[in-house]
T-cell receptor
Framework: LAKTTQPISMDSYEGQEVNITCSHN???????ITWYQQFPSQGPRFIIQ???TKVTNEVASLFIPADRKSSTLSLPRVSLSDTAVYYC????????????FGDGTTLTVKP | NAGVMQNPRHLVRRRGQEARLRCSPM?????VYWYRQLPEEGLKFMVY????????ESGMPKERFSAEFPKEGPSILRIQQVVRGDSAAYFC????????????FGPGTRLLVL
């Protein structure tokens, strides 16, 4: 299982773009990169998933370089409601569930 | 399409009692995962099930814990003879039969052992 490393915490202000980078040096060929968001007392919410290059949806973008040893979650123009813990997971169908979520990155958005 | 449902949302048990946590996956999802989250910590994988099969239970404590996902009905996580250290939030996630590892989580069951 690929081990992931993320910053413990980040601060931002409303309206700014936030980029959270996750390192996963041991990513395997079949592994996908998935990001989740968790608010206090709630279950994690799927944000975005990618395999390579760039993926964009209505809430975020995911940038994955060619070597796939890291990935960056980009949140455009954050608001106070984006304050949450963000988790990066690496795995395929058979081992994704085994990935511990780790401590994630606590993003605090200030007014 | 309703999301993953878990019940009860809160459960209080005294030491030595049994706790049963239920998870109904999203419609069309045949894979279920259970996680435990202690306060101020990340989620820890417990078990991965498909209908009538346990695929991976490497994260389950060896004693007192069991899980099932029957052909009909919800997945059940059962904790026998609960102890205070079992107090945590238990999350269930489900995923469709596809090649990507996307999981959709329920709201969790918060277990408090007195």
């Amino acid at each position: 299982l690929a081990k992931t490393t993320q910053p413990i915490s980040m601060d931002s202000y409303e309206g700014q773009e936030v980029n959270i980078t996750c390192s996963h040096n041991n990513i395997a060929t079949n592994d996908y990169i998935t990001w989740y968001q968790q608010f206090p007392s709630q279950g994690p919410r799927f944000i975005i998933q990618g395999y390579k290059t760039k993926v964009t949806n209505e809430v975020a973008s995911l940038f994955i370089p060619a070597d796939r040893k890291s990935s960056t979650l980009s949140l455009p123009r954050v608001s106070l409601s984006d304050t949450a813990v963000y988790y990066c997971l690496v795995g395929d169908r058979t081992n994704a569930g085994k990935s511990t979520f780790g401590d994630g990155t606590t993003l605090t958005v200030k007014p | 399409n309703a999301g993953v449902m878990q019940n009860p949302r809160h459960l209080v048990r005294r030491r030595g009692q049994e706790a049963r946590l239920r998870c109904s996956p999203m419609k069309g999802h045949s894979h279920v995962y259970w996680y435990r989250q202690l306060p101020e910590e990340g989620l820890k994988f417990m078990v991965y099930l498909q209908k009538e099969n346990i695929i991976d239970e490497s994260g389950m404590p060896k004693e007192r814990f069991s899980a099932e996902f029957p052909k009909e009905g919800p997945s059940i996580l059962r904790i026998q003879q609960v102890v205070r250290g079992d107090s945590a939030a238990y999350f269930c996630a489900s995923s469709p039969p596809s090649t990507t590892p996307t999981q959709y989580f329920g709201p969790g069951t918060r277990l408090l052992v007195l």
